[in-house]
């Protein structure tokens, strides 16, 4: 791959810098989706950080936040430093929390930190986002809450710190729970 971008081959064009930074992304995303190891990781993050690098040029918060989010994804998959994963995520879901339009990523971000802090077997940091998460979501209106399918994850999240009040709580008053189905391509939510 190229070695990314430098200061001399920066497009000055809005749209190719655009076009550039999706390069980037799908680049990475594709050894990402390899997840064969440190190798595929490792290139992954060549082209994320690329990518981070090109939205740090630019100043672009929406860009910014897809690369960072990026970044973490690559450290949860990889679950050697979990700490670097609850940053960068937290970094990018403070970033999303700027982008308008935005809101169900933000939130769905804020979920995952909680889950990194549950893998770095750090229960008061979950239970600090997941609760700060809850308030936030309960004050969305119905139909608002509905639209996020990510929400029988943090029941689970919870579950697994040992919250139980806090799952049930999840379960009762964020969830339709008719809507809630085993998916076997992720997690057995009714299980």
Known sequence: GSAGPTPFHIPTDPAARTALFRH??????????????YTSFRKSLHY???????ANLTGDT?????????RGRVYDAWNREPLQTVRFFTEAAALLARVPGRRAEHL?????VAHAYEKAHDTTGALRVLRSLYAETI????????????????????TGVGAFSLADSI??????RPAIVNDPESYPYLD
């Not at 004050?139 to 999240?157: C, K, V």
């Not at 379960?171 to 339709?176: G, S, T």
């Open 48 to 54: 994320f950080d690329s990518a981070q690098a090109l």
């Open 139 to 158: 004050a969305l209106p119905p139909a608002a809450r509905d639209t996020l399918r990510f929400l029988p994850e943090g029941a689970l999240i919870a």
């Open 108 to 112: 769905y971000v804020r979920q995952l």
């Open 24 to 37: 980037y992304i799908r680049t990475g995303n594709r050894f990402y989706a390899e997840k064969a190891g």
């Open 62 to 70: 929406a860009m910014l936040a897809d690369a960072v989010f990026a």
């Open 171 to 176: 379960l009762a008053h964020l969830v339709r």
